[in-house]
């Protein structure tokens, strides 16, 4: 079992990081984390942006909750630490899960959000998703070309290429996407 992030909202909209994410997480190179909130704000975004609608948005949060019933931070938990965390107020409830379940990492695309003087005393480091990935890959270059292999075949509506879905990932990790093509020649 890998260490623990939280992952924020923000990185749980994109579909193609998103499941690179979780796969990540499934073979074990990390223990995902996440809150009500967090998963609320990924229903409602995936809606608000035209993602999806609502019941889909719905079941994208549920499956999550299904496939990871141990990333879910107690709400009360989250609640009596979060007056005392110093970063963005949109966005203490995610330092504070990350606090309260004793994570390493937060892993967002507002890292304005997520100083380093509200977290490093408390010991996290605030990271976007594709240095976190860069470091998963350095964990297991094996698994995460794995990951996207696997990604890549689970697609059938269209069916993509692992270099295709790499493509979609580079949006939001493009270092990450660059060392996997490497693998890849």
């Known amino acids: 079992m890998g260490f623990l992030a939280v992952l924020d909202a923000n990185v749980l909209l994109?579909?193609?990081?998103?499941?690179?994410?979780?796969?990540?997480?499934?073979?074990?190179?990390?223990?995902?984390?996440?809150?009500?909130?967090?998963?609320?704000?990924?229903?409602?975004?995936?809606?608000?942006?035209?993602?999806t609608d609502a019941g889909r948005a719905a079941r994208v949060t549920e499956t999550m909750r299904a496939a990871f019933p141990e990333a879910m931070v107690p709400e009360s938990l989250i609640a009596a630490i979060e007056p005392v965390m110093t970063n963005d107020p949109k966005d203490r409830h995610v330092l504070a899960a990350a606090v309260g379940v004793g994570a390493e990492v937060v892993v967002s695309h507002n890292l304005a959000d997520f100083p380093t003087d509200a977290c490093e005393p408390l010991e996290i480091e605030a990271v976007s998703p594709d240095d976190f990935l860069v470091d998963l890959h350095q964990l297991d270059p094996a698994a995460a070309m794995h990951v996207v292999s696997d990604q890549a075949a689970a697609l059938t509506r269209p069916p993509l290429t692992p270099r295709q879905v790499l493509d979609y990932i580079a949006r939001d990790a493009p270092?990450?996407?660059e060392l996997i093509r490497e693998r890849l020649s």
């Open 14 to 51: 994109p579909a193609p990081l998103r499941d690179a994410l979780l796969r990540l997480a499934e073979a074990d190179l990390y223990v995902p984390k996440w809150s009500e909130r967090i998963l609320a704000e990924v229903a409602r975004n995936l809606v608000e942006s035209g993602r």
């Open 175 to 177: 270092e990450f996407a």
